[in-house]
């Protein structure tokens, strides 16, 4: 049970896992208080929008509805910090959410008592990036069929779909996430296509 004075977070993720996993951890919290979870933005009822009762809000960027940068920058209207709880481990895309108005970047790779850190740290005031990757990237240049891969992978991970969208074989789409990994700085631990959709997500791509 949480103690007066504990700080209030809503959860704004689709997975039900993450809301129950904080759910359980923020039991032993006692400063801490999960007082809703939510699928996406536009479920959040119009009073907990409100920074007389929610002092910080966890928000991962790969969601139904409004999503990425646009969920960050409708959220921070709401007046309470928003810590951006994410996929993607990629200096950009954290570069990006901070830039948004977002107060803090963690990513999901870490373990929850140092997000349970993060978000002390923006109910002070404070800026928190944590669990990305610091290796220094190289200007990205995407070819057309990237830049297209990517927007169907906001819509379809699978590599039959994604190659029959694109025209092309499986196999080709299997070369061209490789490839995309390498060129975006992906590192063994974050290469998945839910990162790739995150990052495409989060830069913009998402098909129409």
Not at 174 to 184: G, I
């Amino acid at each position: 049970m949480a103690v007066d004075g504990a700080i209030r977070i809503i959860s704004i993720d689709d997975h039900p896992a993450i809301s129950d996993a904080l759910r359980s951890a923020s039991v032993d919290a006692t400063d801490l208080e999960l007082i809703g979870s939510f699928t996406s933005v536009e479920a959040v009822p119009v009073p907990l929008r409100r920074r007389d009762f929610v002092d910080v809000v966890l928000l991962d960027l790969s969601l139904p509805g409004v999503r990425g940068v646009n969920a960050v920058r409708e959220v921070t209207t709401w007046g309470a910090p928003v810590l951006v709880f994410s996929a993607s481990s990629q200096r950009r895309v954290a570069d990006d959410v901070l830039a948004a108005g977002a107060r803090g970047f963690v990513g999901k790779s870490l373990s929850t008592a140092r997000l349970f850190d993060a978000i002390r740290a923006v109910h002070r005031g404070e800026t928190a990036v944590l669990g990305i990757d610091e290796a220094p990237q190289p200007g990205v240049r995407l070819t057309d069929s990237e830049t297209h891969l990517l927007r169907y992978i906001c819509i379809d991970t699978r590599s039959r779909q994604l190659a029959a969208h694109m025209g092309v074989s499986p196999r080709t789409i299997d070369n061209m996430v490789t490839e995309l990994y390498r060129k975006l700085g992906f590192d063994a631990a974050d290469r998945s296509r839910a990162s790739l959709r995150d990052w495409a997500r989060a830069h913009g791509l998402e098909r129409a």
